[in-house]
C-alpha cells in the first residue's frame, strides 16, 4: 500500500510556534501531497512535492522529501490560531491519492 | 469560485433504508472520487471515475454500495440497505485527471445510519 502515515497523531502548540509534521510512505510515488482539514469541512489542497525535488515552500508552509527514507515532513512555521486543522499527507504512485490518518493540529493563543 | 458540490450534508436514516449521496464535481474536471472518512479507518478511497467510467470500485462493498455518473455533471454513491456500520463522512473529490493534479473535495455528507 502506499499510504502514507503521519506522525505525531495529535500535535498542540502555542501560537508563533512551528508546528512540524512527518509522513512516512512505502512504496515509490510520483508525488506526494499535504492537505488540509478543518473540522466538519472537506481537505484542501496546500502543497504537492513531486518526487524528483527535494524541498519545496509555500508562504509560511516548508515541505521536504527524502525518497529514499520514503519520507516527508511538513513544517508550518510562526504559528497561528487558525492553522488548527488536521494535516493530512497523500501520495500517487500507480494508483489515485491514497491518504494518511492525519496529523490533529492544536494551535493555542 | 469554482468547487465540488455535495448534497445533502448530513444524512439520518435508519438501518434497512436506502441513501442516496450526490455529487457535482467541479466543470471541466473528468475524474471524480468517492472517499469515507472515519476515526477508525480514516479516509478510505471508494471508488473513482474517469469520463464517467469507473476506473476502480475496489474500495467498496459491493453487495450495498453502488456508483455511477449519470452524466459528466453528477456523480452518485447509493447505499442499499444502509447499516450502521456505513456512518461516517462521504467526500467526493475532482480533478482534471492530469498527472501530479491536486484533488478539490467537497464538503462532505454526514451520514448516520440509526
Known amino acids: 500500500s502506499q499510504q502514507g502515515e503521519e506522525d505525531p497523531q495529535a500535535l498542540s502548540i502555542q501560537e508563533g510556534e512551528n508546528a512540524t509534521m512527518n509522513c512516512s510512505y512505502k512504496?515509490?510515488?510520483?508525488?506526494l501531497q499535504w492537505y488540509r482539514q478543518n473540522s466538519g469541512r472537506g481537505l484542501v489542497h496546500l502543497i504537492l512535492i513531486r518526487s524528483n525535488e527535494r524541498e519545496k515552500h509555500s508562504g509560511r508552509l516548508r515541505v521536504t522529501l527524502d525518497t529514499s527514507k520514503k519520507s516527508s515532513s511538513l513544517l508550518i512555521t510562526a504559528s497561528r490560531a487558525a492553522d488548527t486543522a488536521s494535516y493530512f499527507c497523500?501520495?500517487?504512485?500507480?494508483?489515485?491519492?491514497?491518504f494518511g490518518k492525519g496529523t490533529r493540529l492544536s494551535v493555542i493563543a | 469560485d469554482a468547487r465540488v458540490t455535495q448534497t445533502p450534508r448530513h444524512k439520518v436514516t435508519e438501518m434497512g433504508q436506502e441513501v442516496t449521496m450526490r455529487c457535482q464535481p467541479i466543470?471541466?474536471?473528468?475524474?471524480v472520487f468517492w472517499y469515507r472518512q472515519t476515526m477508525m479507518q480514516g479516509l478510505e478511497l471508494l471508488a473513482y471515475?474517469?469520463?464517467?467510467?469507473?476506473?476502480?470500485d475496489s474500495g467498496m462493498p459491493k453487495d450495498r454500495f453502488s456508483a455511477e455518473m449519470p452524466d459528466a455533471t453528477l456523480a452518485t454513491l447509493k447505499i442499499q440497505p444502509s447499516e450502521p456500520r456505513d456512518s461516517a463522512v462521504y467526500f467526493c473529490?475532482?480533478?482534471?485527471?492530469?498527472?501530479?493534479?491536486?484533488?478539490?473535495f467537497g464538503s462532505g455528507t454526514q451520514l448516520s445510519v440509526l
Open positions: 473529490a475532482s480533478d482534471t485527471g492530469k498527472s501530479n493534479e491536486k484533488l478539490f
Open positions: 466543470l471541466g474536471h473528468n475524474t
Open positions: 512504496t515509490s510515488i510520483n508525488n
Open positions: 471515475f474517469r469520463n464517467r467510467a469507473p476506473l476502480d
Open positions: 497523500a501520495t500517487t504512485g500507480n494508483t489515485p491519492l491514497v
